[in-house]
């Protein structure tokens, strides 16, 4: 987690989705798939209290670029107590999918 702000404007905070948003890395790659909620109590709130200091969001993710979609999907769909997380980019791996996985799941080297 990286929090930034330039002086005399809006801050960045470069989020690594997998293992913070998530509560796990794995479990959060695959059971949002399946329509299982695995993101973090109170994580919407706490990134809305970041965002209302000033702070912008950039998304980090080992996720393959052919997982783009679904993640923005993923993220979008994030809400808790009718709260969802704030609009941001995200960078993902430009890797495949298969190496992707490989390289989070199986060698924990994103």
């Given amino acids: 987690l990286v929090l930034y702000r330039p002086e ?6 470069a989020e690594y989705g ?3 948003i998530t509560r796990s890395d794995v479990f959060g790659h695959i059971l949002p ?8 109590n109170n994580i919407a709130k706490l990134f809305t209290a970041i965002e209302n200091n000033g702070y912008k969001f950039l998304y980090l ?8 979609s679904m993640t923005k999907t993923f ?10 997380i704030p609009e941001g ?7 495949s ?3 992707a996985i490989k390289d989070e799941l199986v060698l924990r080297q994103p």
């Fill in 8 to 13: 005399g404007s809006s801050g960045i905070n």
């Fill in 18 to 20: 997998d293992g913070t």
């Fill in 33 to 40: 798939w399946v329509g299982k909620d695995w993101t973090q």
């Fill in 61 to 68: 993710s080992s996720r393959a670029i052919g997982q783009a």
């Fill in 75 to 84: 993220l979008k769909s994030i809400k808790q107590n009718g709260v969802g």
């Fill in 89 to 95: 980019p995200m960078l993902l791996s430009p890797d």
């Fill in 97 to 99: 999918l298969l190496r």
